[in-house]
Nanobody, 117 residues
């Protein structure tokens, strides 16, 4: 059974940091590109950051470049999103996604991140 379980969300003040984790099981994690998306009510889900299967390549949305960092540990079947200098506009539900060959696609259930004073 494929599972992606996000954790690490919560309430943080502007300028603060959070580290999201996504633990994967039920598939060969090291063969999948991983990414983080976020969504706010009434808007489409948007790509935040992505990392290649071997961790050698990453890309980021312009809105988070220089503040967020995606990484993965294939030995632990986990992908991370380090979020620094958080802004109120970063408030969203953050989702983890696994993808391979644009055919095999799995999503986590999401974790809420709220940036507010």
């Amino acid at each position: 059974q494929v599972r992606l379980v996000e954790s690490g969300g919560g309430l943080v003040q502007p300028g603060g940091s959070l580290r999201l984790s996504c633990a994967a099981s039920g598939f060969t994690f090291s063969m999948y590109a991983m990414s983080w998306y976020r969504q706010v009510p009434g808007k489409e889900r948007e790509l935040v950051a992505a990392i290649s299967s071997d961790g050698g390549g990453t890309n980021y949305a312009d809105s988070v470049k220089g503040r967020f960092a995606i990484s993965r540990d294939n030995a632990k079947n986990t992908v991370y999103l380090q979020m620094n200098s958080l802004k109120p506009e970063d408030t969203a539900v953050y989702y983890c996604k696994a993808a391979r060959l644009r055919v095999y696609i799995y999503w986590g259930q999401g974790t809420q991140v709220t940036v507010s004073s």
